[in-house]
C-alpha cells in the first residue's frame, strides 16, 4: 500500500496568516502586512504582549473565526488530483485539541479531499482535552510518502528524523531557511502536482 502524503492545514490550504491580520486590525487596531510576517511566532509578528497574544489566539480558535477562514483554492484542487490517483492524503495539524471538530467542519465546507485527520502536538501545549493529539516522538514513527508544510521547523523534524522528502510552501516566515535535497521550496501548487509519481 503507498504512504499517504502528509499536508499541513495553516497557509499550507488555508489562508491563515492573512485572516489573523485581519482580526489583528478588529481586535488591536493593528496593521501589519503579509510580507512583514517574518517570524513563525505571531507574538513578534504582530508585536503583542503576552497577555494579548493569548487573547488574540483564544479569538483565533474560536469556531465562528476559523469556519470564515479562506480556503487556497490550488490546494485543493490539486489534492483532489492525488486523490483521484489513488493516494492517501493525510492532513496534519498542529491546531489545539479543541478545535477539532470546527476543524473538520471547515475541511468540509471547503470541499477538501483526505483520508485521515490527525492533531499533533507540534508546539508542546500538553493539553488535556480530547482528542488527544499525538506527540512528535509518535508522529515521527510514521511513514509518509512525501510532505507539504509551511513551518521550518517541522520541515526539519520530517526531513531529518522522519527520512521523508517535504515542501516547504513559501512564506515569509521561512524564507531565511536554508533548503537541500530532502526540504524543496515551492511557490506555486503547480510545481508540486507531480510528487505522487
Known amino acids: 500500500m503507498a504512504q499517504p502524503i502528509y499536508v499541513d492545514i495553516d497557509d499550507v490550504l488555508c489562508d491563515t496568516a492573512r ?23 505571531l507574538k513578534v509578528s504582530f508585536g503583542l504582549t503576552q497577555s494579548e497574544y493569548e487573547h488574540f489566539m483564544h479569538l483565533a480558535h474560536l469556531p465562528d473565526q ?14 483532489r488530483g492525488w486523490m483521484d490517483s489513488g493516494h492517501d492524503i493525510s492532513i496534519v495539524t498542529g491546531r489545539p485539541t479543541y478545535t477539532h471538530d470546527t476543524t ?8 477538501v479531499p483526505f483520508s485521515d485527520f ?25 511513514k509518509f510518502h512525501a510532505a507539504v508544510e509551511d513551518s521550518y521547523d517541522m520541515a526539519r523534524l520530517i526531513a531529518d528524523k ?15 531557511a536554508h533548503t537541500n535535497n530532502k526540504i524543496k521550496r515551492f511557490h506555486a501548487w503547480a510545481e508540486i502536482r507531480h510528487l505522487t509519481a
Open 118 to 142: 490527525l492533531m499533533v502536538d507540534k508546539y508542546s501545549r500538553a493539553e488535556k482535552e480530547a482528542p488527544e493529539a499525538v506527540s512528535l516522538e509518535n508522529l515521527s514513527k510514521m
Open 162 to 176: 522522519m527520512k521523508t522528502p517535504v515542501y516547504l510552501v513559501d512564506r515569509p516566515w521561512n524564507r531565511a
Open 66 to 79: 476559523i469556519l470564515k477562514m479562506d480556503r487556497i483554492p490550488e490546494a485543493v484542487e490539486t489534492l
Open 19 to 41: 485572516a489573523l491580520m485581519a482580526l489583528l486590525e478588529q481586535e488591536f487596531n493593528k496593521s501589519v502586512s503579509f510580507e512583514s510576517i517574518m517570524s513563525f511566532d
Open 104 to 111: 473538520l467542519k471547515w475541511l468540509s465546507n471547503n470541499n
